[in-house]
């Protein structure tokens, strides 16, 4: 069964709409949580990340005031996506790092959130 | 340079092919490496881990080569189930940096 809960999966929204996505860790705790974006046709770019109750480690080239992230419990963060625009529209993934809770897995993905911005 | 580059494809084999897949990373202090495959519009999920060892998972086979840094994953027998894209996967830290992906389509 699914480990990470992502929600909404799916944003239809105006130019100029802040969206909040968020990323749920379930039955487990994630001190540590990312962010990623895909692009059509492209690979998985790490944008963030997550640490709880601390300041997100942004990648170079993203925009930290225009892609606000939350962290403030070990089963939670969101990414909000502020004043967004139609170049944001893009798939976006959070995954949560289980290393040493006895998974063989570096991480767990979220659903993923298609975002599209009119 | 891409730190995980891959060949795009896409690949389009017939049943029961066996099918190669090749991708080389820039990072030589990089210390895990993966194999996700991921359909459409839809998460990356776990294949299966690479050792230089090489190690196999039924059909699929994966293999590591340190000094070239590069990786290969082969399937046998290819499945109609097994169309999907195959990600490069190599971790350095905690952090997974994805290569672009191997888009394979399987046909009857």
């Known amino acids: 069964g699914a480990v990470v809960s992502q929600h909404p999966s799916w944003v239809i929204c105006k130019s100029g709409t802040s969206v909040k996505i968020e990323c749920r860790s379930l039955?487990?705790?994630?001190?540590?949580m990312f962010w990623y974006r895909q692009f059509p046709k492209q690979s998985l770019m790490l944008m963030a990340t997550s640490n709880e109750g601390s300041k997100a480690t942004y990648e170079q080239g993203v925009e930290k005031d225009k892609f606000l992230i939350n962290h403030a419990s070990l089963t939670l963060s969101t990414l909000t996506v502020t004043s967004a625009h139609p170049e944001d529209s893009s798939f976006y993934i959070c995954s949560a790092s289980i290393m040493g809770l006895g998974s063989n897995q570096p991480q767990h993905f979220g659903d993923g959130t298609r975002l599209s911005i009119l | 340079r891409k730190e995980v580059e891959q060949d795009p494809g896409p690949f389009n084999v017939p049943e029961g092919a066996t099918v190669a897949f090749n991708c080389t990373y820039s990072n030589s202090a990089s210390q895990s490496f993966f194999w996700y495959r991921q359909d459409c519009r839809k998460e990356p999920k776990l294949l299966m881990s690479v050792y230089s060892s090489g190690n196999e998972d039924g059909r699929f086979t994966a293999q590591l080569n340190r000094a070239s840094q590069y990786i290969s994953l082969l399937i046998r027998d290819s499945k109609l189930s097994d169309s999907a894209t195959y990600l490069c996967?190599?971790?350095?830290?905690?952090?997974?940096?994805f290569g672009t992906g191997t888009r394979l389509q399987v046909f009857p």
């Open positions: 039955d487990f705790q994630a001190t540590t």
């Open positions: 996967v190599v971790a350095y830290t905690d952090k997974l940096i």
